[in-house]
C-alpha cells in the first residue's frame, strides 16, 4: 500500500480572502467550493497537488509546523511577485547550492521560495 499527498490543508478564519491570495500566486482556481471549505487546484482541474482552505474558530497561534516549499527560476522576482500579492518577507537562507526566503501569506501561514544554485 502507497499513501499519496493529493492536498495540502491551511486552517484559516477566512477561506475566502486566503484563497484571493493563493489563486494569483499558485494560478490556480478554486476548483470545490463548500463554503468553509475550498479547495483550490490547477485551472482546468487537471490533477496535480491540490490546496484545501478551511476555516476554523481557533487557528493554531504562532510558526506553523508544518509548511510547503516550491522552487523557482528566478526567486527575486518571484519574491517580489508575491510581496506584491500580499505575502510578507520573513526571512532569508543561503547554504551551498540553495538559497531560498521564507514567506507568510496574509493570514501569515510561512512558506519558502527556493533556488538551487
Not at 491570495?21 to 494560478?27: E, I, N, P, S, Y
Not at 471549505?37 to 510558526?63: A, E, H, M, Y
Request: aromatic content about 6%; hydrophobic content about 40%; charged content about 20%.
Amino acid at each position: 500500500m502507497t499513501i499519496d499527498i493529493a492536498m495540502i490543508t491551511i486552517d484559516t478564519a477566512d477561506p475566502r480572502r486566503l484563497a484571493d491570495f493563493w489563486t494569483k500566486a499558485l494560478d490556480t482556481s478554486i476548483q470545490h467550493d463548500w463554503g468553509d471549505f475550498l479547495v483550490l487546484g490547477p485551472i482546468g482541474g487537471d490533477g496535480g497537488l491540490q490546496l484545501g482552505l478551511q476555516r476554523v474558530d481557533d487557528p493554531t497561534p504562532g510558526k506553523n509546523r508544518m509548511h510547503f516549499d516550491s522552487h523557482v527560476e528566478d526567486r527575486a522576482a518571484e519574491v517580489a511577485r508575491l510581496v506584491a500579492l500580499g505575502a510578507t518577507e520573513v526571512a532569508e537562507h543561503t547554504m551551498p547550492g540553495l538559497t531560498w526566503t521564507v514567506l507568510a501569506d496574509p493570514d501569515g501561514n510561512q512558506f519558502c521560495i527556493a533556488q538551487l544554485g
